[in-house]
């Protein structure tokens, strides 16, 4: 009996954690692998026996109380612990298992991770790999991610990164039919006279600021357009129909450079930067699964 409750108490508990951590029944449902309504109940049982509101439910989002994020505190590490231990134990097996979260942008996935994990996952069927496109800065330990992967001056000094590609540069290019009705830019500064294709960053909400470099001399330029977008993708696509300037790192303009649909200017105020990095806790102990996957995103040098 007391241990059919132990047992109870503690499923009961994870399902508190994942719908704490997912602010939302919808998704924390998904997680658990249970139906919404099941882990409603779970839920309900749990404020029951503590006799204290866990969870504050609206339309639209749920979030813990103020007892609610304290038992969070107290318990969200215990089950990482746990399983992480039990991710250890795949070392035991003839092959590694297990399921490695990693959260990217769309670009670096198909360019870079996707190519370099194909033989890896052919190789290790047992190994899954969950990616999260995400355009911000997430929380990798909050969110409980094994890693993310960002461009290497961004990453907190905390983190073990490990580079995954090469060096990168940025690029302005526009069509060559916005060139044939518009001067094409000597300097930075002339941009300022140009329609530029806007980028919101979603940190902190502002505008990119266009920043080059040229013998030790910075400039940073604010541009003005007709567009504005949140994605690298769509900011590519515009430019490629004309509608304006752009700048991103050279390799999302890659094949239309290439194949002559964009033009490139300002080459020589774009210096070489830190390409792309894999980042994780230092804290943390790598699985046998994860270190497979940091070790095939590994750039060669």
């Not at 249970?34 to 779970?42: G, R």
């Amino acid at each position: 009996m007391r241990f059919t409750m132990i047992k109870r108490n503690l499923n009961d508990l994870l399902s508190f954690v994942t719908v704490a951590r997912e602010g939302s029944f919808t998704r924390a449902a998904g997680a658990l692998g249970v139906t919404q309504s099941a882990l409603s109940q779970a839920i309900n049982g749990l404020e029951a026996r503590l006799q204290i509101r866990l969870l504050t439910r609206t339309t639209r989002s749920v979030s813990p109380t103020i007892a609610g994020e304290r038992l969070l505190h107290a318990i969200g590490n215990r089950f990482d612990e746990i399983e992480a231990e039990l991710d250890m134990l795949t070392e035991m097996r003839d092959k590694p298992a297990g399921t490695v979260r990693i959260t990217c942008g769309d670009h670096v996935l198909r360019t870079t991770l996707l190519p370099k994990l194909t033989g890896l996952l052919h190789d290790y069927p047992d190994v899954n790999v969950e990616f999260d496109v995400c355009y911000g800065f997430r929380d990798i330990v909050a969110d409980r991610f094994d890693a993310g992967v960002r461009l290497g001056d961004t990453i907190d000094k905390d983190m073990v990164a490990v580079p995954i590609g090469p060096p990168l540069r940025m690029a302005a290019v526009a069509s060559q039919a916005y060139f044939a009705t518009h001067a094409i830019p000597r300097s930075p500064r002339d941009l300022m006279t140009h329609r530029c294709i806007n980028q919101r960053m979603q940190t902190s909400g502002g505008l990119y600021v266009w920043d080059f470099e040229r013998r030790g001399k910075q400039v940073n330029v604010r541009v003005d357009g007709q567009l504005i977008f949140n994605t690298s993708t769509h900011i590519v696509q515009a430019a490629v129909a004309g509608l304006g300037v752009a700048y991103l790192p050279e390799e999302e303009f890659e094949p239309h450079l290439q194949e002559g649909r964009l033009v490139r200017v300002l080459e020589d105020w774009c210096p070489p930067f830190s390409g792309y990095y894999l980042y994780y806790p230092s804290r943390r102990q790598p699985s046998p699964a994860f270190t497979l996957v940091a070790n095939a995103l590994r750039q060669a040098h």
